[in-house]
């Protein structure tokens, strides 16, 4: 089974930033298209950001546009979302995720596995 685990999550005050990272284990030496998503309470699901299985290609919501940013550190088999300047609406768990099957690549592709979420709050 495909694994994925989040981490660096936390609470920031409004305009502070996170680095993230999402670990991905099961698959060794395979890269796959990766998604960022997020998911607040009350609201549906919300794709952020996604990378390209070489990093070639970033995708973002017009919501993060200019503050988020994605990288891959394939040796690494770890993708690295960074939050800058967060706002209180970025409050949300957000999970990462990624797309095994099909070629293509982007924020509406239909991921398949998914990591346990890390809660963000920014106050």
């Known amino acids: 089974d495909v694994q994925l685990v989040e981490s660096g999550g936390g609470s920031v005050q409004a305009g502070g930033s996170l680095r993230v990272s999402c670990a991905a284990a099961g698959y060794t030496y395979s890269n796959y298209c990766m998604g960022w998503f997020r998911q607040a309470p009350g609201k549906d699901r919300e794709g952020v950001a996604g990378?390209?299985?070489?990093?070639?290609?970033?995708y973002y919501a017009d919501s993060v546009k200019g503050r988020f940013t994605i990288s891959r550190d394939n040796g690494k088999n770890t993708v690295y979302p960074r939050m800058n300047s967060l706002k209180p609406e970025d409050t949300a768990m957000y999970y990462c995720a990624i797309k095994t099957g099909g070629w293509a690549c982007s924020l509406q592709a239909d991921f398949n596995y998914w990591g346990q979420g890390t809660q963000v709050t920014v106050s």
């Open positions: 990378i390209s299985p070489g990093g070639g290609s970033t």
